[in-house]
């Protein structure tokens, strides 16, 4: 969505947003299904118990950001800014 604007192409915000929900829903399909038959009964309370989309509650002080994992997400977040470099180098250029 994000090289999608900047790339300035606008018209193809409604495209990318039809995209991503589409995929999106083929994904949450695929899983909930394999984790439904995985892990059953638990998998179900989890989906009762943990809203999909908003957080209930949410507190940052709670929030435990640095931990062992927090590296290898990083590197592995950072390949999506790699994604934007493009669009960034043609508007530095076009200065």
């Known amino acids: 969505m994000g090289a ?4 300035e192409l606008l018209w193809l915000v409604p495209i990318t947003i039809i ?3 589409g995929v999106y829903s083929i994904v949450i399909h695929y899983e ?3 984790l439904l038959e995985k892990y059953r009964d638990g ?3 989890y989906l009762l118990k943990v809203p999909r989309w908003l957080p209930k509650g949410l ?3 709670n929030l435990d950001l640095i931990n062992e ?3 290898r997400v990083a590197l592995i977040e950072f390949s ?3 994604i934007l ?3 960034i180098i043609k508007e530095i250029l076009n200065r």
């Not at 999608?4 to 790339?7: K, V």
């Open 4 to 7: 999608t604007i900047a790339s």
């Open 19 to 21: 995209w991503c929900f």
């Open 32 to 34: 909930e299904g394999h």
């Open 43 to 45: 998998y179900r309370r």
């Open 59 to 61: 507190s940052f002080r």
């Open 69 to 71: 994992n927090f590296n």
């Open 80 to 82: 999506g800014i790699l």
């Open 85 to 87: 470099l493009p669009y």
